[in-house]
C-alpha cells in the first residue's frame, strides 16, 4: 500500500518532529547534510542580486547557506509547517519566511531568478502540480535545484536498516522516520525525475551524486 501523504497528515508530521529535526538529520547523515547542502549550493553559483525561493524550507538550511554565500541576493524560504518556519526564523539571517503549501504559490508568473527544494518534493502528493508551479513562478531560463534521496543501491538498502535503529533512542515518533524510509523507498529514482522534470519544461543542466548515489542533486533550467 502507498503512503498516506494528504497535506493535512504531512503538515501534522512536520509540526510534530520539527524540534528534533535538525538534530535526527545531522545524526542519520553522520554529520554529512550539511556539507552536501553547502555543496550544492555551490554548484548552483546564485548570483549577488537573485531572487530566490527555497521551497519546503523547513528549519531553513538551504535558505540560510545562500544568503550566507550571496549576502545582497533576495531569498524567500517557503514552507506549511508553522513549528518548522519558527525554528528556521529564530535561526536568524535575512530570510523572508512565508507559510504556505507549495502546490499553489502566492506568487506572480517569472518572478525568481532560482528555485531551490531540498528533500521536499518527496513529500508533496501532487508532485506535477508542485513541479508546474516552481515552473511558473521562475524567469525564463532560471536556475531549479532539486536535492533528495537518490538511487536505491546496495548502501541505501543499509541505511534503511540502520537508521531506525539509531535514531530510535532519540525519537518519540518512529512513526515519522519509518515514514522518511518509506516515502525514500518509494520516491522517483533520478533518471526518472528528471524525465519529469523535462517533461515540465525545464532541461537538465547539471547533475551530481553524493555518499555513491545515495543523495541526489540536480540542477535545472526553465526552458
Ligand atoms: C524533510 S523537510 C525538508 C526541510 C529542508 N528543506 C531540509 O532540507 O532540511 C520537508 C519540509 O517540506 C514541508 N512540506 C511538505 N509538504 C509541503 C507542502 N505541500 N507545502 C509546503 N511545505 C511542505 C514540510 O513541512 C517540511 O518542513
Do not use: W
Not at 527555497?54 to 514552507?79: E, F, H, N, Y
Not at 518509494?186 to 548515489?213: M, N, S, T, V
Request: net charge positive.
Amino acid at each position: 500500500m502507498s503512503l498516506d501523504k494528504t497535506p493535512e497528515k504531512i503538515h501534522t508530521m512536520f509540526n510534530m518532529i520539527s524540534d528534533k529535526y535538525d538534530f535526527i538529520n545531522n545524526l542519520m547523515s553522520f554529520g554529512m547534510q550539511m556539507f552536501v547542502k553547502r555543496n550544492c549550493i555551490r554548484l548552483l553559483n546564485p548570483a549577488p542580486q537573485d531572487t530566490i525561493l527555497d521551497l519546503c524550507t523547513g528549519t531553513g538550511d538551504l535558505a540560510r547557506i545562500i544568503k550566507s554565500l550571496q549576502p545582497d541576493s533576495a531569498v524567500t524560504g517557503i514552507d506549511f509547517s508553522e513549528k518548522m518556519l519558527e525554528i528556521a526564523k529564530n535561526k536568524g539571517g535575512e530570510i523572508n519566511y512565508i507559510q504556505h503549501d507549495i502546490t499553489n504559490l502566492p506568487f506572480r508568473d517569472n518572478e525568481f531568478d532560482i528555485a531551490t527544494i531540498g528533500f521536499g518534493l518527496r513529500n508533496i502528493q501532487n508532485t506535477p502540480k508542485a513541479i508546474s508551479e516552481i515552473h511558473r513562478v521562475l524567469k525564463p531560463g532560471g536556475k531549479f535545484l532539486h536535492l533528495d534521496f537518490g538511487e536505491k543501491n546496495f548502501i541505501s538498502k543499509i541505511f534503511d536498516k540502520i537508521i531506525p535503529i539509531l535514531i530510535k533512542p532519540f525519537c518519540d515518533n518512529i512513526f515519522a522516520y519509518n515514514y522518511l524510509i518509506k516515502s525514500k523507498q518509494e520516491f522517483l529514482l533520478p533518471d526518472d525525475l528528471i524525465k519529469e522534470f523535462q517533461r515540465k519544461g525545464f532541461k537538465l543542466a547539471k547533475r551530481k551524486d553524493y555518499c555513491l548515489g545515495v543523495i541526489s542533486c540536480q540542477i535545472l533550467e526553465k526552458v
